[in-house]
């Protein structure tokens, strides 16, 4: 009786001993298994290269003054420059990134909001700004989230992670194009 007793308690332990193992490292994988990118991990290279590599013809522009703005950019012909313009609007993707899950840092541009005012579409965007030296990001640098519970968000000025799986997929909004969606896991605020 007293082995049956031991074996059992043995057994029990054994098994209490595996569980936590195993509730441990579930624990441990779950909260390691998003890639970190940054942004320019979503930008083919030919694009990233151009986009580095901005023409003369656009650096000699002062900025802010009335050349300084994208449609100026139309009416210069030279080679450099309208691949230049090409590359600020492409939506070309990097396609290895398709179902990756990826952990994101960016900034919040809402699109809709819920009836509390909770934001349920959105861009994630790696910066703001809008100049021809700062111009916004192309859409491969644009990643759309629609969620069905929304988030709320204090300033359009907070920065954010965003863990979830991106793909890619066209988004169009008279506030900017996507090229890429991301179904949101979890998103927290971005700490230095």
């Known amino acids: 009786m007293l082995i049956k007793s031991l074996l059992s308690l043995f057994t029990l332990s054994f098994l209490a001993l595996n569980l936590?193992?195993?509730?441990?490292?579930?624990k441990a994988e779950i909260t390691q298994h998003y890639t970190e990118l940054e942004w320019d991990a979503l930008i083919p290279k030919e694009d990233l290269d151009i986009l580095l590599n901005p023409p003369e013809s656009i650096l000699n522009i002062s900025d802010g003054s009335s050349l300084d703005t994208?449609?100026?950019l139309?009416?210069?012909?030279?080679?450099?420059?309208r691949r230049y313009y090409q590359a600020?609007?492409?939506?070309?993707?990097?396609?290895?990134?398709?179902?990756?899950k990826v952990k994101l840092p960016g900034f919040i541009v809402p699109l809709v909001s819920d009836q509390q005012n909770k934001v349920t579409e959105f861009f994630i965007v790696p910066y703001f700004g809008a100049c021809l030296h700062m111009p916004p990001p192309p859409p491969n640098q644009i990643v759309f989230v629609k969620i069905q519970n929304g988030i709320e968000i204090d300033s359009l000025f907070d920065a954010y992670w965003f863990e979830g799986t991106l793909d890619i997929s066209t988004n169009?909004?008279?506030l900017g194009n996507?090229?890429?969606i991301l179904s949101l896991d979890k998103h927290y605020e971005y700490l230095l």
């Open 20 to 26: 936590l193992i195993f509730n441990a490292y579930s």
């Open 70 to 72: 994208l449609d100026n």
């Open 74 to 81: 139309k009416s210069i012909t030279d080679e450099a420059t």
């Open 88 to 100: 600020l609007h492409s939506t070309r993707v990097v396609s290895t990134l398709k179902q990756q």
């Open 172 to 174: 169009n909004h008279e």
């Open 178 to 180: 996507s090229a890429y």
